[in-house]
């Protein structure tokens, strides 16, 4: 669905809060786990794409097997598994901070390959010794940082997980009782291989290693961007009286269910949530206090890049379009074809999520055809801030990146798929929105943007100080000490 309605999406999440009661209730349990916490993100995603409502890739998507690419790709994986064994000897290495890694980007910062999150919380907490359980299959090289690199066997233990499947008894006694009832309520018949050894085990698998550092490292706090697979881990240290902190990493949202939870949930339930979520700013953060005890950090990266590039000329006439992946990929596409043939004075760029960046020119036909007239970004050499600084416009539905501009250049809302996230956004005259392309065109033809940006410095100390809250970088260091002598003193 590509314009689906706020209130039909909030229909659509109570729905599912409802429909999942009766596993609050059953408890089912395998081995030492609840099993309803570690799939419940996964199957929520799972039947919102399957209705064509999902923001994300789902693991149920149709796939072309190929038996010589899986040989491949499994051989590579064993061939890269010594990599993760060596590492696996930071695990006895002491640690204050375990930091867990669930992010497949990687750019370099300072000398140092990282990404952003990664970057915010070991810039912020130099004077602790910190650990890194890389989850993912990228090359982090961080000076100083002590690095767990389970990617590769996370991947391995997850496909030998299949060949168990038919034979674990506990496991299809329980998605017995989960597909009957998404059956009833849905109509829809999921992929419980998948989720199952994708999902279930992979969970189970990550827990195992942060057990692991727990008993020999001895870690004072754990800290990760939630993705919705880690609430074994977050039980796991919840048992181990290890505080765990979910560090902001996209919008604050009431449509994410990962965060929106059904209003019968007991202790047993919320032993697989978060301690603390540590957020950007206080913008939008009172709707998670119900279910965690909610911090301002700050964002110590955003704040370096607008320093960074204070001195960039903004170039007149240009805008910038932010993709937002599938939701909204042709009527944006649309939209820039449409602006660029009216505006013959105006320059464009497209901006496109990571993951289109190899397969762009089969996705974005239309662009693909006028790519000599629009630039199309399909790299990171130079970030998203740049051009920020750089254009005077831009252009998107939905994505954090729209909030990140906002100090930078004029952001305009295309009111097309979930544009409503940004709604109290553009209430508070922080963004503009418009319903049609006729309705951008008038805008870009008048001078009314003129007119706003004359009321825009009013508007810069609202924003620094309630979505992204100054001198993060000491912020972040005061909260996380402040929980780690907290959790120390209560023993």
Not at 282 to 289: A, E, K
Request: net charge positive; glycine share 2%; proline share 2%.
């Amino acid at each position: 669905m590509q314009n689906p309605s706020k209130n039909f999406i909030q229909s659509e999440i109570e729905k599912f809060l409802k429909f999942e009661e009766a596993f609050l209730k059953e408890k089912i349990k395998i081995s030492k786990f609840l099993v309803w916490p570690l799939i419940r993100q996964g199957v929520y995603e799972l039947i919102f794409s399957h209705k064509n409502l999902s923001l994300g890739t789902s693991i149920d998507r149709k796939k072309n097997f190929n038996i010589s690419k899986t040989l491949v790709s499994f051989l590579k994986n064993i061939s890269l598994l010594p990599k993760d064994l060596f590492s696996l000897k930071g695990i006895f290495k002491k640690s204050e901070v375990l930091i867990i890694n669930v992010s497949p980007k990687r750019v370099e910062i300072d000398g140092d390959y990282t990404n952003p999150s990664l970057w915010n919380l070991t810039q912020s907490l130099k004077n602790y010794e910190i650990s890194i359980l890389n989850t993912q299959s990228v090359d982090l090289r961080i000076k100083g940082i002590n690095k767990i690199d389970i990617s590769y066997l996370l991947k391995i233990f997850t496909r030998l997980s299949k060949i168990f499947y038919l034979i674990d008894r506990q496991w299809k006694d329980s998605e017995k009782i989960f597909s009957e009832k998404v059956k009833k309520n849905y109509d829809l018949n999921l992929n419980w291989k998948d989720i199952y050894s994708q999902i279930f085990k992979r969970n189970q698998y990550t827990s195992f290693f942060v057990e692991l550092i727990i008993k020999f490292s001895k870690p004072k706090i754990i800290i990760y961007n939630d993705n919705g697979i880690l609430n074994a881990s977050i039980n796991v240290a919840f048992n181990k009286k290890i505080p765990t902190v979910d560090y902001q990493h996209g919008l604050l949202s009431n449509y994410y269910v990962l965060y929106n939870h059904n209003q019968f949930i007991d202790q047993d339930y919320k032993n697989y949530l978060s301690d603390y979520y540590l957020a950007w700013g206080s913008f939008r953060l009172s709707s998670y206090n119900k279910n965690y005890l909610t911090r301002v950090g700050g964002n110590p990266f955003f704040e370096k890049k607008l320093k960074e590039y204070k001195f960039v000329k903004e170039e007149k006439n240009s805008i910038l379009f932010i993709s937002d992946g599938k939701t909204t990929k042709k009527v944006l596409q649309e939209l820039a074809l449409y602006l660029n043939k009216e505006l013959d004075d105006y320059k464009i760029f497209y901006k496109l999520r990571p993951e289109e960046y190899q397969t762009w020119q089969e996705e974005y036909s239309l662009l693909e055809k006028i790519s000599n007239s629009i630039y199309v970004i399909q790299d990171d050499d130079i970030d998203i801030y740049y051009y920020f600084k750089k254009c005077e416009f831009v252009i998107g539905t939905n994505s954090t990146a729209l909030v990140e501009a906002i100090p930078f250049s004029e952001v305009l809302v295309y009111k097309k798929g979930w544009y409503f996230e940004l709604e109290d956004y553009i209430s508070k005259k922080l963004m503009r929105d418009f319903e049609s392309k006729q309705d951008f065109l008038s805008f870009f033809n008048s001078n009314i943007s003129e007119k706003k940006k004359n009321n825009m410095p009013e508007l810069k100390p609202d924003f620094s100080e309630k979505i992204f809250c100054k001198n993060s970088e000491e912020q972040i260091n005061f909260e996380i000490s402040k929980i780690i002598e907290t959790h120390i003193s209560n023993g």
